[in-house]
């Protein structure tokens, strides 16, 4: 399996700071890794994926970059609603795997 | 529009069988992988496995192999996820995704909430 090694595993930050979350695969996933957002009581919803493409719909404060095996998502000036947790996942292959998830909370 | 819309909750005594669906449309059912992934109480996500309902390939993470089965029938778009025989640590939110070598799991459904307890 590919492992995912996601941190921190818990955030708190102020409105309006600039919030970075990294991934590390334990081996090439090329481009293949999707950020997502998930609320309490709610599915997963996909923000980013290919590592660095805006989903439709999703605010431009989100991004992606990285490729091989390090990968980093921001978001440029958090806001209220963007209290959740986060997940990376790596689809290099079909044993998809997730990182362990961060829990970004407002200070 | 795509959509996954899955079966309701449930609750069953260890030991039990069960099957939950996810049904897709607004897409061709038959040319995207359908994933399940688990999210135990308070926990992060796993990947459960994978479908191809075009010709039935089914793919397996190891930690799910044997422990559960994947299924679908593309003449419904419908995709199943069944136990044998559950136990109180199958207690837990399944949720069905559409995946494509393109975009990853870019469509969820809205989660089935199965609870084990005698």
Same mark, same amino acid.
Request: hydrophobic content about 30%.
């Given at each position: 399996?590919?492992?995912?090694?996601?941190?921190?595993?818990?955030?708190?930050?102020?409105?309006?700071?600039?919030?970075?979350?990294?991934?590390?695969?334990?081996?090439?996933?090329?481009?293949?890794?999707?950020?997502?957002?998930?609320?309490?009581?709610?599915?997963?919803?996909?923000?980013?994926?290919?590592?660095?493409?805006?989903?439709?719909?999703?605010?431009?404060?989100?991004?992606?970059?990285?490729?091989?095996?390090?990968?980093?998502?921001?978001?440029?000036?958090?806001?209220?609603?963007?209290?959740?947790?986060?997940?990376?996942?790596?689809?290099?292959?079909?044993?998809?795997?997730?990182?362990?998830?961060?829990?970004?909370?407002?200070? | 529009?795509?959509?996954?819309?899955?079966? &309701?909750?449930?609750?069953?005594?260890?030991?039990?069988?069960?099957?939950?669906?996810?049904?897709?449309?607004?897409?061709?059912?038959?040319?995207?992988?359908?994933?399940?992934?688990?999210?135990?109480?308070?926990?992060?996500?796993?990947?459960?496995?994978?479908?191809?309902?075009?010709?039935?390939?089914?793919?397996?993470?190891?930690?799910?192999?044997?422990?559960?089965?994947?299924?679908?029938?593309?003449?419904?778009?419908?995709?199943?996820?069944?136990?044998?025989?559950?136990?109180?640590?199958?207690?837990?939110?399944?949720?069905?995704?559409?995946?494509?070598?393109?975009? &990853?799991?870019?469509?969820?459904?809205?989660?089935?909430?199965?609870?084990?307890?005698?």
């Amino acid at each position: 399996d590919i492992q995912m090694t996601q941190s921190p595993s818990s955030l708190s930050a102020s409105v309006g700071d600039r919030v970075t979350i990294t991934c590390q695969a334990s081996q090439d996933i090329s481009n293949y890794l999707n950020w997502y957002q998930q609320k309490p009581g709610k599915a997963p919803k996909l923000l980013i994926y290919d590592a660095s493409n805006l989903e439709t719909g999703v605010p431009s404060r989100f991004s992606g970059s990285g490729s091989g095996t390090d990968f980093t998502f921001t978001i440029s000036s958090l806001q209220p609603e963007d209290i959740a947790t986060y997940y990376c996942q790596q689809y290099d292959n079909l044993l998809i795997t997730f990182g362990q998830g961060t829990r970004l909370e407002i200070k | 529009e795509v959509q996954l819309v899955q079966s &309701g909750a449930e609750v069953k005594k260890p030991g039990e069988s069960l099957k939950i669906s996810c049904k897709g449309s607004g897409y061709s059912f038959t040319s995207y992988w359908i994933g399940w992934v688990r999210q135990m109480p308070g926990k992060g996500l796993e990947w459960m496995g994978i479908i191809y309902p075009g010709d039935s390939d089914t793919r397996y993470s190891p930690s799910f192999q044997g422990q559960v089965t994947i299924s679908a029938d593309k003449s419904i778009s419908t995709a199943y996820l069944q136990w044998s025989s559950l136990k109180a640590s199958d207690t837990a939110m399944y949720y069905c995704v559409r995946h494509s070598r393109d975009y &990853g799991n870019d469509y969820w459904g809205q989660g089935t909430l199965v609870t084990v307890s005698s």
